[in-house]
Protein backbone atom coordinates (compact mmCIF):
# COMPACT_ATOMS: atom_id res chain seq x y z
CA UNK A 1 0.00 0.00 0.00
CA UNK A 2 1.38 3.36 -0.85
CA UNK A 3 1.13 6.69 1.22
CA UNK A 4 -0.05 9.13 0.01
CA UNK A 5 1.00 12.51 1.18
CA UNK A 6 -1.59 15.20 0.98
CA UNK A 7 -0.74 18.69 1.36
CA UNK A 8 -2.80 19.97 3.81
CA UNK A 9 -3.94 23.81 4.33
CA UNK A 10 -1.61 25.42 6.85
CA UNK A 11 -4.74 27.77 7.60
CA UNK A 12 -7.71 25.85 7.62
CA UNK A 13 -11.09 28.39 8.66
CA UNK A 14 -10.49 28.86 12.36
CA UNK A 15 -13.55 30.13 14.10
CA UNK A 16 -11.85 30.55 17.64
CA UNK A 17 -13.48 33.98 17.88
CA UNK A 18 -16.72 35.34 17.20
CA UNK A 19 -17.00 39.23 15.85
CA UNK A 20 -19.25 40.48 18.73
CA UNK A 21 -19.73 44.65 19.22
CA UNK A 22 -16.86 44.76 21.87
CA UNK A 23 -14.54 43.77 19.46
CA UNK A 24 -15.27 46.68 17.09
CA UNK A 25 -15.98 49.35 19.72
CA UNK A 26 -11.96 48.81 20.96
CA UNK A 27 -11.43 48.98 17.26
CA UNK A 28 -13.03 52.34 16.85
CA UNK A 29 -11.20 53.34 20.29
CA UNK A 30 -7.76 52.83 19.00
CA UNK A 31 -8.97 54.64 15.80
CA UNK A 32 -10.48 57.65 17.64
CA UNK A 33 -7.09 58.10 20.09
CA UNK A 34 -4.62 57.20 17.44
CA UNK A 35 -5.13 60.75 15.53
CA UNK A 36 -4.38 63.79 16.44
CA UNK A 37 -7.08 65.82 15.60
CA UNK A 38 -9.52 64.22 18.45
CA UNK A 39 -7.14 65.09 20.82
CA UNK A 40 -6.61 68.91 18.96
CA UNK A 41 -10.16 69.02 19.10
CA UNK A 42 -10.52 67.86 22.77
CA UNK A 43 -8.26 70.88 23.45
CA UNK A 44 -9.99 73.11 21.78
CA UNK A 45 -13.44 72.35 23.26
CA UNK A 46 -11.83 72.97 26.75
CA UNK A 47 -9.80 75.36 25.48
CA UNK A 48 -12.57 77.63 24.15
CA UNK A 49 -15.41 76.41 26.31
CA UNK A 50 -13.76 77.24 29.88
CA UNK A 51 -11.33 79.75 28.97
CA UNK A 52 -14.12 81.98 27.15
CA UNK A 53 -17.04 81.41 29.82
CA UNK A 54 -14.27 82.55 32.18
CA UNK A 55 -12.87 85.47 30.17
CA UNK A 56 -16.65 86.61 29.49
CA UNK A 57 -17.61 86.03 33.18
CA UNK A 58 -14.75 88.45 34.03
CA UNK A 59 -15.39 90.99 31.80
CA UNK A 60 -18.69 91.55 32.52
CA UNK A 61 -18.96 90.51 36.85
CA UNK A 62 -18.96 94.43 37.41
CA UNK A 63 -21.93 94.98 35.26
CA UNK A 64 -24.06 92.48 35.61
CA UNK A 65 -23.97 92.89 39.53
CA UNK A 66 -24.83 96.56 38.79
CA UNK A 67 -28.34 98.05 38.17
CA UNK A 68 -27.81 98.56 34.68
CA UNK A 69 -27.38 94.94 33.83
CA UNK A 70 -30.26 93.28 31.19
CA UNK A 71 -28.76 89.64 31.67
CA UNK A 72 -29.22 87.09 34.10
CA UNK A 73 -25.69 86.23 35.29
CA UNK A 74 -26.50 82.84 34.67
CA UNK A 75 -26.57 83.30 31.44
CA UNK A 76 -23.04 83.63 31.40
CA UNK A 77 -21.95 80.73 33.66
CA UNK A 78 -21.93 78.30 30.34
CA UNK A 79 -21.07 80.63 27.48
CA UNK A 80 -17.56 79.93 26.33
CA UNK A 81 -20.03 76.25 25.72
CA UNK A 82 -21.83 78.31 22.22
CA UNK A 83 -18.65 78.66 20.85
CA UNK A 84 -17.17 75.65 21.78
CA UNK A 85 -19.80 73.15 20.41
CA UNK A 86 -18.20 73.87 17.15
CA UNK A 87 -14.66 71.76 17.78
CA UNK A 88 -17.70 68.89 19.01
CA UNK A 89 -18.98 69.14 15.50
CA UNK A 90 -15.69 68.62 14.11
CA UNK A 91 -15.24 65.73 16.31
CA UNK A 92 -18.08 64.09 15.41
CA UNK A 93 -17.62 65.04 11.42
CA UNK A 94 -14.14 63.53 11.42
CA UNK A 95 -14.57 59.89 13.39
CA UNK A 96 -16.86 59.12 10.06
CA UNK A 97 -15.36 61.40 6.98
CA UNK A 98 -11.84 60.96 7.68
CA UNK A 99 -11.68 57.34 6.56
CA UNK A 100 -13.98 58.42 3.65
CA UNK A 101 -11.79 60.77 2.63
CA UNK A 102 -8.77 57.83 2.74
CA UNK A 103 -10.53 55.19 1.46
CA UNK A 104 -9.90 53.46 5.04
CA UNK A 105 -13.74 52.93 4.85
CA UNK A 106 -13.25 49.96 2.85
CA UNK A 107 -10.50 48.45 5.09
CA UNK A 108 -12.96 49.07 8.33
CA UNK A 109 -16.17 47.56 6.32
CA UNK A 110 -14.11 44.64 5.32
CA UNK A 111 -12.57 43.76 8.45
CA UNK A 112 -16.11 44.36 10.07
CA UNK A 113 -18.97 43.63 7.18
CA UNK A 114 -22.07 44.35 9.65
CA UNK A 115 -22.20 47.98 9.30
CA UNK A 116 -24.30 48.91 11.78
CA UNK A 117 -22.05 47.99 14.56
CA UNK A 118 -19.65 50.53 12.86
CA UNK A 119 -21.88 53.21 13.12
CA UNK A 120 -23.04 52.38 16.37
CA UNK A 121 -19.44 52.20 17.67
CA UNK A 122 -18.63 55.61 16.49
CA UNK A 123 -21.82 56.63 18.08
CA UNK A 124 -21.01 55.58 20.99
CA UNK A 125 -17.53 56.70 21.51
CA UNK A 126 -18.47 60.25 20.33
CA UNK A 127 -21.25 60.98 22.38
CA UNK A 128 -19.57 59.55 25.37
CA UNK A 129 -16.26 61.29 24.68
CA UNK A 130 -18.33 64.48 24.53
CA UNK A 131 -20.16 63.91 27.39
CA UNK A 132 -17.45 63.17 30.07
CA UNK A 133 -15.41 66.50 28.05
CA UNK A 134 -18.26 68.68 27.72
CA UNK A 135 -19.29 68.07 31.57
CA UNK A 136 -15.88 68.77 32.73
CA UNK A 137 -15.39 71.64 30.82
CA UNK A 138 -18.46 73.33 31.89
CA UNK A 139 -17.43 72.66 35.58
CA UNK A 140 -14.20 74.25 34.99
CA UNK A 141 -15.55 76.93 33.34
CA UNK A 142 -17.95 77.75 35.94
CA UNK A 143 -15.74 77.65 38.81
CA UNK A 144 -13.18 79.90 36.95
CA UNK A 145 -16.03 82.41 35.78
CA UNK A 146 -18.10 81.86 39.20
CA UNK A 147 -15.18 83.19 40.75
CA UNK A 148 -15.65 86.83 39.42
CA UNK A 149 -19.00 86.66 39.62
CA UNK A 150 -18.51 85.94 43.67
CA UNK A 151 -16.70 88.96 43.83
CA UNK A 152 -19.25 90.77 42.72
CA UNK A 153 -21.53 89.33 45.21
CA UNK A 154 -23.86 87.96 42.67
CA UNK A 155 -22.18 83.96 42.32
CA UNK A 156 -24.54 81.06 41.93
CA UNK A 157 -23.74 77.79 43.81
CA UNK A 158 -23.83 74.52 41.84
CA UNK A 159 -27.18 73.48 42.66
CA UNK A 160 -30.66 73.11 40.85
CA UNK A 161 -30.30 74.98 37.51
CA UNK A 162 -26.39 75.18 37.47
CA UNK A 163 -25.74 71.51 38.08
CA UNK A 164 -27.91 70.81 35.38
CA UNK A 165 -26.66 73.20 32.74
CA UNK A 166 -23.43 71.09 33.70
CA UNK A 167 -23.97 67.81 32.55
CA UNK A 168 -26.68 69.94 30.35
CA UNK A 169 -23.47 71.02 28.60
CA UNK A 170 -22.45 67.50 28.33
CA UNK A 171 -25.38 66.23 26.83
CA UNK A 172 -25.84 69.23 24.85
CA UNK A 173 -21.91 68.49 23.00
CA UNK A 174 -22.70 64.92 23.07
CA UNK A 175 -26.10 65.26 21.13
CA UNK A 176 -24.13 67.60 18.65
CA UNK A 177 -21.37 64.99 18.22
CA UNK A 178 -23.99 62.35 17.37
CA UNK A 179 -26.02 64.46 14.94
CA UNK A 180 -22.31 65.14 13.12
CA UNK A 181 -21.80 61.41 13.09
CA UNK A 182 -24.94 61.04 10.95
CA UNK A 183 -24.01 64.19 9.02
CA UNK A 184 -20.70 62.83 8.21
CA UNK A 185 -22.22 59.40 7.14
CA UNK A 186 -25.30 60.62 4.94
CA UNK A 187 -22.53 62.89 3.03
CA UNK A 188 -19.46 60.96 3.33
CA UNK A 189 -17.49 63.87 3.02
CA UNK A 190 -15.61 66.33 5.46
CA UNK A 191 -15.97 69.99 4.55
CA UNK A 192 -19.74 69.42 3.01
CA UNK A 193 -20.29 67.59 6.49
CA UNK A 194 -18.99 70.09 8.66
CA UNK A 195 -20.38 73.24 6.59
CA UNK A 196 -24.13 71.83 6.52
CA UNK A 197 -24.24 71.20 10.50
CA UNK A 198 -22.75 74.18 10.91
CA UNK A 199 -25.53 76.08 9.01
CA UNK A 200 -27.99 74.26 10.07
CA UNK A 201 -26.91 74.56 14.01
CA UNK A 202 -26.21 77.81 13.94
CA UNK A 203 -27.31 80.51 11.18
CA UNK A 204 -30.63 78.69 10.19
CA UNK A 205 -31.21 78.52 13.69
CA UNK A 206 -30.68 82.00 13.71
CA UNK A 207 -32.26 82.69 10.60
CA UNK A 208 -35.79 81.59 11.58
CA UNK A 209 -35.94 84.36 14.29
CA UNK A 210 -36.76 86.64 11.62
CA UNK A 211 -39.78 84.78 10.52
CA UNK A 212 -43.03 86.79 12.04
CA UNK A 213 -45.90 84.72 13.69
CA UNK A 214 -46.54 81.55 14.79
CA UNK A 215 -44.46 80.07 12.53
CA UNK A 216 -41.56 81.54 13.26
CA UNK A 217 -41.59 81.36 16.96
CA UNK A 218 -42.60 77.45 16.49
CA UNK A 219 -39.11 76.95 13.93
CA UNK A 220 -37.15 79.07 16.90
CA UNK A 221 -37.95 76.69 19.15
CA UNK A 222 -37.19 73.53 17.35
CA UNK A 223 -34.25 74.48 15.56
CA UNK A 224 -31.56 71.97 16.58
CA UNK A 225 -29.09 75.17 17.88
CA UNK A 226 -31.72 76.30 19.74
CA UNK A 227 -33.59 73.88 21.30
CA UNK A 228 -30.30 71.58 21.85
CA UNK A 229 -28.48 74.56 24.09
CA UNK A 230 -31.61 75.40 26.71
CA UNK A 231 -30.21 72.49 28.95
CA UNK A 232 -26.60 73.66 28.71
CA UNK A 233 -27.72 76.89 30.01
CA UNK A 234 -28.13 78.00 33.88
CA UNK A 235 -30.84 80.77 32.46
CA UNK A 236 -31.50 81.06 28.86
CA UNK A 237 -30.70 84.59 26.62
CA UNK A 238 -33.56 83.83 24.44
CA UNK A 239 -37.12 83.65 26.23
CA UNK A 240 -38.92 82.27 23.66
CA UNK A 241 -37.62 79.32 23.98
CA UNK A 242 -38.99 76.17 25.51
CA UNK A 243 -37.89 74.82 29.09
CA UNK A 244 -34.62 73.01 29.25
CA UNK A 245 -36.25 69.22 29.15
CA UNK A 246 -38.66 69.64 26.94
CA UNK A 247 -36.24 71.70 24.55
CA UNK A 248 -33.81 68.83 25.16
CA UNK A 249 -36.11 66.46 24.06
CA UNK A 250 -37.09 67.76 20.68
CA UNK A 251 -33.23 68.60 19.93
CA UNK A 252 -32.70 64.22 21.06
CA UNK A 253 -35.92 63.59 18.46
CA UNK A 254 -34.52 65.08 15.61
CA UNK A 255 -30.50 63.96 16.50
CA UNK A 256 -32.17 60.07 16.96
CA UNK A 257 -34.17 60.62 13.05
CA UNK A 258 -30.79 61.53 11.48
CA UNK A 259 -29.05 58.63 12.83
CA UNK A 260 -31.76 56.24 11.80
CA UNK A 261 -31.25 57.61 8.63
CA UNK A 262 -27.14 57.47 8.62
CA UNK A 263 -27.30 54.17 10.23
CA UNK A 264 -29.79 52.90 7.10
CA UNK A 265 -27.80 54.54 4.35
CA UNK A 266 -24.80 52.76 5.39
CA UNK A 267 -25.85 49.54 5.75
CA UNK A 268 -27.01 49.72 1.79
CA UNK A 269 -24.78 52.17 0.31
CA UNK A 270 -21.91 50.56 -2.10
CA UNK A 271 -18.78 51.72 -0.03
CA UNK B 1 -11.85 29.30 -1.95
CA UNK B 2 -13.43 31.95 -3.54
CA UNK B 3 -16.97 30.91 -5.65
CA UNK B 4 -18.84 33.12 -7.73
CA UNK B 5 -22.21 32.21 -9.39
CA UNK B 6 -24.13 34.36 -12.28
CA UNK B 7 -22.03 37.30 -10.30
CA UNK B 8 -23.24 40.52 -12.10
CA UNK B 9 -23.16 44.57 -11.47
CA UNK B 10 -24.41 47.05 -12.94
CA UNK B 11 -24.60 50.57 -12.54
CA UNK B 12 -27.62 52.67 -13.98
CA UNK B 13 -27.83 51.01 -17.35
CA UNK B 14 -24.07 49.84 -17.49
CA UNK B 15 -23.19 46.51 -17.28
CA UNK B 16 -19.54 46.14 -14.90
CA UNK B 17 -19.63 42.45 -14.01
CA UNK B 18 -21.79 40.42 -16.33
CA UNK B 19 -23.26 37.11 -14.99
CA UNK B 20 -19.38 35.46 -14.19
CA UNK B 21 -19.12 32.36 -12.63
CA UNK B 22 -15.47 31.36 -11.40
CA UNK B 23 -13.65 29.17 -8.94
CA UNK B 24 -10.37 30.23 -6.87
CA UNK B 25 -8.97 27.12 -5.60
CA UNK B 26 -6.63 27.07 -2.04
CA UNK B 27 -2.96 25.78 -2.93
CA UNK B 28 -1.90 27.84 -5.76
CA UNK B 29 -1.79 31.97 -7.19
CA UNK B 30 -4.56 32.55 -9.29
CA UNK B 31 -4.28 35.74 -11.10
CA UNK B 32 -7.11 37.66 -11.94
CA UNK B 33 -6.26 40.01 -15.27
CA UNK B 34 -8.09 42.42 -17.54
CA UNK B 35 -7.36 45.97 -18.60
CA UNK B 36 -8.27 48.60 -16.38
CA UNK B 37 -11.96 48.88 -16.32
CA UNK B 38 -12.83 45.68 -17.03
CA UNK B 39 -14.77 44.85 -13.54
CA UNK B 40 -11.46 43.31 -11.62
CA UNK B 41 -11.83 45.81 -8.52
CA UNK B 42 -15.72 45.66 -9.14
CA UNK B 43 -15.54 41.69 -8.46
CA UNK B 44 -13.07 42.12 -5.75
CA UNK B 45 -15.29 44.64 -3.65
CA UNK B 46 -18.16 42.17 -4.23
CA UNK B 47 -15.87 39.41 -3.06
CA UNK B 48 -15.42 41.55 0.32
CA UNK B 49 -19.32 42.80 0.92
CA UNK B 50 -18.48 45.84 0.33
CA UNK B 51 -20.64 46.19 -3.27
CA UNK B 52 -23.75 44.48 -3.40
CA UNK B 53 -24.39 42.12 -6.36
CA UNK B 54 -27.06 43.63 -8.48
CA UNK B 55 -27.07 39.86 -9.24
CA UNK B 56 -26.06 36.54 -8.27
CA UNK B 57 -23.79 35.87 -5.76
CA UNK B 58 -20.03 35.16 -4.60
CA UNK B 59 -19.12 33.15 -1.02
CA UNK B 60 -15.52 33.19 0.38
CA UNK B 61 -15.55 29.18 2.30
CA UNK B 62 -19.16 28.72 1.52
CA UNK B 63 -20.35 31.66 2.80
CA UNK B 64 -21.08 35.75 2.07
CA UNK B 65 -18.41 37.64 3.75
CA UNK B 66 -20.97 39.66 4.85
CA UNK B 67 -21.92 37.11 6.77
CA UNK B 68 -18.71 36.03 8.37
CA UNK B 69 -18.59 35.09 11.89
CA UNK B 70 -14.75 36.16 11.82
CA UNK B 71 -14.36 38.25 9.03
CA UNK B 72 -10.06 38.79 9.18
CA UNK B 73 -9.63 35.24 10.11
CA UNK B 74 -11.08 34.01 6.96
CA UNK B 75 -10.36 36.37 4.10
CA UNK B 76 -7.23 39.17 4.32
CA UNK B 77 -7.28 41.88 1.31
CA UNK B 78 -5.73 44.67 -0.14
CA UNK B 79 -7.83 46.87 -1.30
CA UNK B 80 -6.79 50.40 -1.53
CA UNK B 81 -3.39 51.32 -2.49
CA UNK B 82 -3.79 53.92 0.92
CA UNK B 83 -6.49 52.82 2.63
CA UNK B 84 -5.16 54.10 5.98
CA UNK B 85 -5.37 57.51 8.00
CA UNK B 86 -2.40 59.29 6.79
CA UNK B 87 -1.76 60.85 10.39
CA UNK B 88 -2.00 57.57 12.02
CA UNK B 89 1.01 55.12 12.23
CA UNK B 90 1.58 51.73 10.49
CA UNK B 91 1.05 49.89 14.46
CA UNK B 92 -1.67 51.63 15.15
CA UNK B 93 -3.33 50.88 11.76
CA UNK B 94 -2.92 47.36 12.70
CA UNK B 95 -4.00 47.23 16.05
CA UNK B 96 -7.22 49.04 15.42
CA UNK B 97 -7.65 45.99 12.56
CA UNK B 98 -6.87 43.18 15.22
CA UNK B 99 -8.42 44.79 17.76
CA UNK B 100 -11.85 44.57 15.48
CA UNK B 101 -11.35 40.82 15.26
CA UNK B 102 -10.34 40.12 18.23
CA UNK B 103 -6.90 38.89 17.47
CA UNK B 104 -4.00 39.05 19.95
CA UNK B 105 -2.13 42.68 19.27
CA UNK B 106 1.19 40.25 18.92
CA UNK B 107 0.11 39.20 15.98
CA UNK B 108 0.91 42.69 14.84
CA UNK B 109 4.35 43.03 15.36
CA UNK B 110 4.12 39.76 13.87
CA UNK B 111 3.23 41.11 10.22
CA UNK B 112 5.04 44.02 10.53
CA UNK B 113 8.07 41.90 10.66
CA UNK B 114 7.35 40.24 7.47
CA UNK B 115 6.63 43.25 5.68
CA UNK B 116 9.50 44.66 6.78
CA UNK B 117 8.04 47.22 8.00
CA UNK B 118 9.03 47.20 11.94
CA UNK B 119 11.44 49.96 11.96
CA UNK B 120 8.99 52.58 10.61
CA UNK B 121 5.71 50.72 12.63
CA UNK B 122 5.44 54.09 15.00
CA UNK B 123 5.92 56.82 12.10
CA UNK B 124 3.02 58.27 10.90
CA UNK B 125 1.60 55.74 7.91
CA UNK B 126 1.14 59.33 5.73
CA UNK B 127 4.71 59.99 5.24
CA UNK B 128 5.21 56.43 3.38
CA UNK B 129 6.37 56.13 0.13
CA UNK B 130 3.85 54.30 -2.14
CA UNK B 131 6.01 50.94 -1.74
CA UNK B 132 5.68 51.36 2.30
CA UNK B 133 1.98 52.20 1.60
CA UNK B 134 1.51 48.86 -0.36
CA UNK B 135 3.69 46.26 2.25
CA UNK B 136 1.33 47.82 4.86
CA UNK B 137 -1.96 47.06 2.92
CA UNK B 138 -0.45 43.88 2.60
CA UNK B 139 0.38 43.44 6.32
CA UNK B 140 -3.17 44.10 7.28
CA UNK B 141 -4.69 41.58 4.93
CA UNK B 142 -2.28 39.05 6.77
CA UNK B 143 -3.35 40.35 10.42
CA UNK B 144 -6.37 37.61 10.73
CA UNK B 145 -3.56 34.37 8.91
CA UNK B 146 -6.23 33.90 6.50
CA UNK B 147 -7.07 31.31 4.32
CA UNK B 148 -8.05 33.00 1.88
CA UNK B 149 -6.05 36.05 0.75
CA UNK B 150 -6.98 38.55 -2.18
CA UNK B 151 -4.86 41.87 -3.25
CA UNK B 152 -5.94 44.14 -6.06
CA UNK B 153 -2.52 45.41 -7.89
CA UNK B 154 -0.46 44.50 -5.39
CA UNK B 155 2.65 45.92 -7.31
CA UNK B 156 0.91 48.77 -8.23
CA UNK B 157 4.11 51.32 -7.47
CA UNK B 158 6.52 49.27 -6.09
CA UNK B 159 10.14 49.11 -7.11
CA UNK B 160 11.34 45.58 -8.37
CA UNK B 161 12.79 44.11 -5.56
CA UNK B 162 9.51 45.37 -3.90
CA UNK B 163 7.38 43.47 -6.77
CA UNK B 164 9.90 40.29 -6.49
CA UNK B 165 9.14 40.41 -2.59
CA UNK B 166 4.92 39.98 -2.93
CA UNK B 167 5.80 37.76 -6.18
CA UNK B 168 7.64 35.44 -3.28
CA UNK B 169 5.21 35.88 -0.87
CA UNK B 170 1.98 34.99 -2.86
CA UNK B 171 3.73 31.67 -3.95
CA UNK B 172 4.40 30.75 -0.18
CA UNK B 173 1.15 31.85 0.65
CA UNK B 174 -0.16 29.67 -1.87
CA UNK B 175 2.90 26.42 -0.99
CA UNK B 176 0.72 26.99 2.50
CA UNK B 177 -2.12 25.89 1.19
CA UNK B 178 -3.76 29.07 1.31
CA UNK B 179 -6.20 30.73 -1.68
CA UNK B 180 -4.50 33.43 -3.35
CA UNK B 181 -6.09 35.93 -5.58
CA UNK B 182 -3.89 38.49 -7.66
CA UNK B 183 -5.49 41.47 -9.51
CA UNK B 184 -3.13 43.22 -12.55
CA UNK B 185 -3.75 44.43 -15.62
CA UNK B 186 -0.13 43.35 -16.70
CA UNK B 187 0.21 39.91 -18.34
CA UNK B 188 3.86 39.67 -18.07
CA UNK B 189 3.92 40.31 -14.11
CA UNK B 190 0.70 37.63 -14.03
CA UNK B 191 2.83 35.24 -16.00
CA UNK B 192 5.52 34.99 -13.64
CA UNK B 193 3.51 34.84 -10.82
CA UNK B 194 0.22 33.13 -11.23
CA UNK B 195 -0.18 29.73 -11.61
CA UNK B 196 -4.07 29.61 -12.62
CA UNK B 197 -5.56 32.98 -15.00
CA UNK B 198 -8.86 34.32 -14.98
CA UNK B 199 -8.62 36.91 -17.74
CA UNK B 200 -12.07 39.24 -17.56
CA UNK B 201 -12.77 41.78 -20.00
CA UNK B 202 -15.71 44.05 -20.10
CA UNK B 203 -17.37 42.18 -16.89
CA UNK B 204 -17.18 38.92 -19.04
CA UNK B 205 -15.04 35.98 -18.18
CA UNK B 206 -12.40 35.98 -21.58
CA UNK B 207 -10.04 32.64 -19.92
CA UNK B 208 -9.92 30.68 -16.57
CA UNK B 209 -7.68 28.08 -17.30
CA UNK B 210 -3.61 27.76 -15.86
CA UNK B 211 -1.05 29.81 -16.97
CA UNK B 212 0.87 27.27 -19.15
CA UNK B 213 -2.52 27.13 -21.23
CA UNK B 214 -2.55 30.41 -21.49
CA UNK B 215 0.69 31.08 -22.87
CA UNK B 216 0.55 27.85 -25.04
CA UNK B 217 -2.96 28.97 -26.42
CA UNK B 218 -2.21 32.36 -26.82
CA UNK B 219 1.28 33.49 -26.99
CA UNK B 220 2.75 30.31 -28.74
CA UNK B 221 5.72 30.68 -31.42
CA UNK B 222 5.67 29.66 -34.72
CA UNK B 223 7.77 29.55 -38.04
CA UNK B 224 7.26 31.68 -40.67
CA UNK B 225 7.70 29.93 -44.43
CA UNK B 226 7.70 31.98 -47.13
CA UNK B 227 8.07 29.43 -50.81
CA UNK B 228 7.62 30.36 -54.59
CA UNK B 229 6.48 26.23 -54.12
CA UNK B 230 4.12 27.36 -51.25
CA UNK B 231 1.08 24.60 -51.74
CA UNK B 232 4.01 22.13 -52.27
CA UNK B 233 6.10 23.33 -49.46
CA UNK B 234 2.25 23.71 -46.94
CA UNK B 235 1.10 20.13 -48.47
CA UNK B 236 5.15 18.61 -47.47
CA UNK B 237 4.91 19.98 -43.60
CA UNK B 238 1.43 18.67 -43.10
CA UNK B 239 1.94 15.36 -44.48
CA UNK B 240 4.93 15.60 -41.74
CA UNK B 241 2.66 16.26 -39.04
CA UNK B 242 3.13 19.82 -38.90
CA UNK B 243 0.56 22.28 -38.33
CA UNK B 244 0.28 25.04 -41.21
CA UNK B 245 -1.79 28.22 -41.79
CA UNK B 246 -1.74 30.12 -44.31
CA UNK B 247 -1.35 33.76 -43.72
CA UNK B 248 -1.29 36.13 -46.86
CA UNK B 249 1.48 34.53 -49.13
CA UNK B 250 3.35 32.73 -46.08
CA UNK B 251 2.83 29.62 -44.06
CA UNK B 252 2.25 29.57 -40.49
CA UNK B 253 4.03 26.61 -39.01
CA UNK B 254 3.30 25.11 -35.66
CA UNK B 255 4.73 22.05 -34.30
CA UNK B 256 8.65 21.84 -35.16
CA UNK B 257 11.69 24.24 -34.84
CA UNK B 258 12.97 26.18 -37.47
CA UNK B 259 16.08 24.22 -38.43
CA UNK B 260 13.47 20.86 -38.86
CA UNK B 261 11.46 23.05 -41.59
CA UNK B 262 14.44 24.02 -43.51
CA UNK B 263 15.90 20.59 -43.76
CA UNK B 264 12.57 19.00 -44.60
CA UNK B 265 12.36 21.65 -47.52
CA UNK B 266 15.74 21.04 -48.11
CA UNK B 267 15.05 17.18 -49.15
CA UNK B 268 12.64 18.03 -51.46
CA UNK B 269 14.55 20.30 -53.26
CA UNK B 270 11.90 23.44 -53.23
CA UNK B 271 12.71 26.82 -52.94
CA UNK B 272 12.38 28.94 -49.63
CA UNK B 273 12.56 32.74 -49.48
CA UNK B 274 12.02 33.17 -45.75
CA UNK B 275 12.39 31.06 -42.27
CA UNK B 276 11.40 32.84 -39.45
CA UNK B 277 11.07 31.96 -35.78
CA UNK B 278 8.24 34.48 -34.54
CA UNK B 279 7.59 34.67 -31.11
CA UNK B 280 4.80 36.43 -30.07
CA UNK B 281 4.78 38.10 -26.87
CA UNK B 282 2.48 37.49 -23.74
CA UNK B 283 1.92 41.08 -23.75
CA UNK B 284 0.37 40.72 -26.96
CA UNK B 285 -1.47 37.69 -27.03
CA UNK B 286 -3.30 39.50 -23.86
CA UNK B 287 -3.59 42.85 -25.72
CA UNK B 288 -5.49 40.65 -28.90
CA UNK B 289 -7.18 38.27 -26.38
CA UNK B 290 -8.59 42.01 -24.35
CA UNK B 291 -8.64 44.07 -27.40
CA UNK B 292 -12.80 43.84 -28.36
CA UNK B 293 -13.37 43.78 -24.56
CA UNK B 294 -11.49 47.00 -23.50
CA UNK B 295 -13.19 50.12 -22.07
CA UNK B 296 -11.22 52.57 -23.23
CA UNK B 297 -9.37 52.19 -26.58
CA UNK B 298 -6.23 54.66 -27.28
CA UNK B 299 -5.12 54.56 -30.77
CA UNK B 300 -1.91 52.94 -29.66
CA UNK B 301 -3.33 49.86 -28.68
CA UNK B 302 -5.87 49.71 -31.22
CA UNK B 303 -1.92 49.47 -33.22
CA UNK B 304 -0.07 46.98 -31.10
CA UNK B 305 -3.32 44.42 -31.11
CA UNK B 306 -3.28 45.09 -35.16
Same mark, same amino acid.
Given at each position: ????T?S?P???E???????????????????????????????????G?????????GN?? /?????E?????????????M?A???????????V????G??????????????G?????????????????????A???????N??????????A????????????????????????????LL?????????T??VC????????????????F?????????????????????????? /??????F???????????????????? | ??????????????????A????????????????????? $????R??????????? $???????RHL? $?????????AL?????????????????????????????????????????????????????????????????????????????N???????R??? $???R????????????S??????????D???????????????????I????????R???????????????????????D??????G???????????????????????????????????????????????????
Amino acid at each position: MSTVTQSVPAAPEQVLHRQGFGDVLSAEWIKLRSVRSTWWTLAALVGLGAGLTVAVCWGNAE /WLASAEADEPPGAFLTWGMMIAQVTAIVLGVLAVTSEYGTGMIRATFAAVPRRGRVFAAKALLVAVLLFVTGTLTALVGYLGGNYFLDREGIGLALEGDVLRAMYGSGLYMAGLGLFAVAVGTLLRHTAAAITITIAVCFVVSNMVMLIPGDVGLFLERVMPGNAGTVIATPETFNPNLLDA /WPSFAIFAAEVAVLLAAAAVAVRRRDA | MIRAQALTKTYGDKTAVDAIDFTVKPGRVTGFLGPNGAGK $STTMRMILGLDAPTAG $SVTVNGHRHLA $SPAPLRSIGALIEAQGFHPGRSARDHLRWLAASNGIPTTRVGEVLELVGLENVAGQRAGRYSLGMGQRLGIAAALIGDPPVVVLDEPVNGLDPEGIRWVR $SLARRLADEGRTVFISSHLMTEMALTADHLIVIGRGQILADCSTEDFIARHAASYVRVKSPARAEVGALLERAGLEVTVVDDALHVQGTEAAAIGDLIHAKGLGLHELTLVRSSLEDAFMTLTASHVEYTSKAREEVAA
